[in-house]
């Protein structure tokens, strides 16, 4: 969870391009995640930021049910 401690690290809204940085992906891809709602965001004058809390809760809330299924999926039952 090392992109979580870096987002709780910093202050002040972050910009499209620095989430992309984050995130490894490209600045458009992050500008279509807030547009259809599926990264928290906010709009400043018509440019979008982002708050550096809400995404690192939005990040340990995206990354919970993946640890949950990959303990599940490696317990053994027995029979």
């Known amino acids: 969870m090392k992109l979580v401690e870096t987002l709780k690290s910093r202050t002040g809204a972050l910009k499209v391009a620095e989430v992309a940085e984050?995130?490894?992906v490209t600045p458009q891809h992050i500008y279509k995640m807030a547009a259809s709602g599926r990264i928290p965001s906010?709009?400043?004058s018509g440019s979008v930021r982002f708050d550096p809390d809400e995404l690192a809760a939005w990040l340990k809330e995206k990354q919970a049910p993946a640890a949950v299924s990959r303990r599940v999926g490696s317990t053994r039952v027995a029979a």
């Open 22 to 24: 984050l995130f490894g």
């Open 42 to 44: 906010f709009r400043i």
